[in-house]
């Protein structure tokens, strides 16, 4: 016969419970695990933006402003970061040309004026590829780079007078040594003509001659300046 269970009783082993004072539970959770979001990438910086910065420090004006206009367009619709950087070649980009603008207007108000033959009528900065046989000029001092020389009218003091301009033959650099000669020796032979009563021994020559970089751009040009030892002239070497 079966045995009953005494009243109040259960079948089961009654689970056991905490021992005094113990707060805990004597179920114990399974541990819950929190996954985290994936993690998104952060945006790359737009190599245009950069391109555009680089240039406009350099000077490349029509790239940087190109490179920078590109890249503000493609951060419009792709997650690019850069935008500071863009705007920054671009400003920079506005501060060249303004630069440049303030020098060609420098540059204008400042140089010499000519009358329709091409004689100069009022004193300024001409280049030194521009300057022409009956020029005028000051301020001759031996340099590797001259730019340019101020040039005045012949009736004004000045300290030398162009007059010769030619171009030496040859396509390869032939020396610096060579080049000179060359130069010396087709200025000696233009002098009679240009100032045929002048003695040229009495001059001191002044050559304009292509460096090594100027020849390989093509610059072949020779100016030919008479120099008076004795100092400033007034009048032109022609008469």
């Known amino acids: 016969m079966a045995q009953l269970d005494p009243p109040g009783q259960s ?18 959770p399974y541990p819950h695990y929190q996954h985290d979001p994936p993690v998104t990438p952060a945006p790359g910086v737009n190599g245009f933006a950069v391109a555009s910065l680089v240039l406009g420090v350099i000077g490349g004006v029509l790239l940087s402003v190109i490179f920078g206009v590109v890249a503000l367009v493609q951060m419009r619709t792709r997650p690019y970061r850069g935008k500071g950087l863009a705007i920054a070649g671009l400003v920079l ?7 440049l603008a303030v020098l060609i207007v420098v540059a204008i108000a400042s140089g010499a004026e000519r009358d329709p033959s091409g004689e ?11 300057l022409r046989p009956g020029d005028c000029v000051n301020d001759l001092e ?5 730019l340019s020389l101020p040039a005045v009218p012949c009736a004004q003091p000045h300290e030398g007078e162009v007059f010769a301009a030619f171009a ?32 040229f021994d009495s001059f001191e020559l002044f050559v304009l001659y292509p460096t ?5 751009r093509g610059d072949h040009d020779v100016t030919c300046i008479a120099i008076d030892p004795a100092g400033k002239s007034i009048g032109s070497l022609r008469g």
């Open 11 to 28: 079948a089961l082993a009654p689970y056991p419970s905490a021992p005094p004072g113990d707060e805990r539970s004597p179920y114990q």
């Open 93 to 99: 980009s506005g501060v060249w040309a303004l630069g």
């Open 120 to 130: 100069v009528t009022d004193g300024g900065s001409v280049s030194a590829r521009q």
């Open 142 to 146: 031996e340099s590797n780079n001259v």
């Open 168 to 199: 030496l033959s040859g396509r390869e650099w032939p020396g610096e040594g060579h080049v000179l000669e060359k130069a010396d020796q087709g200025c000696q032979d233009r002098f009679e003509s240009y100032a045929p009563r002048a003695d």
């Open 212 to 216: 090594q970089r100027a020849w390989t």
